[in-house]
């Protein structure tokens, strides 16, 4: 088959959700799990999910939204221990620029109609697996401190 069928690939890792394989089954439930709740937080408070779990070589983002005029673009943490800080502190610069880096691929192609929206990058992050642990970080980085 041969070089087209690994850039087909490519393109369509790029495209469409779920195109890369997940990590262990047990956090990838745990993480599935903190994506549906994240969403259920965000859509109670009039958020549109445009897209879940949107993936490209360079990186994922967990979900990309729209409110108030405005794409975000959702990184989704659970840390159920402090050791080495909260959830928030564990979106390192080199996540940050995955994202990024995702966002910008996102808008190139199936988010294009978006373009001309202000973007930003928000996060969500769980301190235990619950709605009471949740905190929603608007602005939580910029592209260009990534």
Known sequence: ?????????????CVLPGGMPQ???????EGARAERLAEQHL???????L???VRCKGGEIDLIALYEGCVLFIEVRLRKRSDF???ASSITRAKQRRIVLTAQH???GPGRAFRG????FDAITFNALDRDH????PSAFSAEKA
């Open 51 to 53: 897209a879940r779990n």
């Open 1 to 13: 088959m041969g070089n087209w069928v690994g850039k087909i690939r490519k393109v369509l890792d």
């Open 85 to 87: 800080g909260g959830a």
């Open 23 to 29: 990590a262990s089954q047990g956090k990838a439930t």
């Open 43 to 49: 859509t109670a408070r009039g958020v549109k999910i």
């Open 117 to 120: 929206h202000p973007c930003r």
């Open 134 to 137: 949740i905190e929603w970080l």
């Open 106 to 108: 996102w808008l190139q």
